[in-house]
């Protein structure tokens, strides 16, 4: 990990605007390996810690966000029950820049092109800190899971499959 200053995000110049703590974890990033759990590995971090932003459109409420562990899946009725739709369809990945101005693999929950209804997996509130996207392929950010919510003004809720 270099020891040079990170670049600035629009999620990170929203946390500082808030005086929200975080500290930054860079990683490489490759289109072959972009999945979550991929970012745990690299980072040497329990996959319960490390959060993946999915966007979905319900057919109600349009554009919604949800947090979920890497390692877990969005559970498509659970997502519409608490998001107030009948149903959720995660959105093609060709649209997520031009709609939250982030890559796959760089979306973050916070600084998005406009604020949607945003949900966390309710497992993310028994943790002190959990890792998102800070907004960039490649870089992590550390954060208070309240803090977070605090931000983009989150609902928890059971969002993944139960195995």
């Not at 990990?1 to 930054?24: F, G, P, Q, V």
């Not at 979920?68 to 559970?75: F, G, K, M, R």
């Not at 820049?97 to 693999?105: A, K, S, V």
Request: aromatic share 8%; glycine share 8%.
């Amino acid at each position: 990990m270099s020891k040079e200053k990170h670049k600035k995000t629009n999620a990170l110049r929203i946390l500082d605007t808030h005086h929200i703590a975080y500290t930054i974890d860079e990683y490489e990033w490759s289109e072959e390996r972009g999945q979550g759990v991929h970012v745990a590995d690299e980072l040497g971090l329990d996959e319960k810690e490390v959060f993946k932003t999915l966007v979905g459109k319900g057919d109600k409420t349009g554009y919604v966000v949800f947090c979920i562990p890497v390692a877990e899946e969005l559970d498509m009725k659970q997502a519409a029950r608490v998001s107030g739709n009948k149903s959720v369809e995660l959105i093609p990945v060709k649209d997520l820049l031009g709609l939250t101005g982030y890559l796959r693999g760089g979306c973050s929950p916070v600084g998005m092109k406009k604020q949607f209804p945003t949900y966390f997996d309710e497992s993310m509130q028994t943790q002190d800190a959990v890792y998102v996207s800070a907004g960039l392929r490649g870089m992590q950010m550390h954060i208070n899971p309240l803090d977070l919510q605090s931000v983009v003004n989150a609902e928890f809720a059971p969002l993944t499959i139960k195995h």
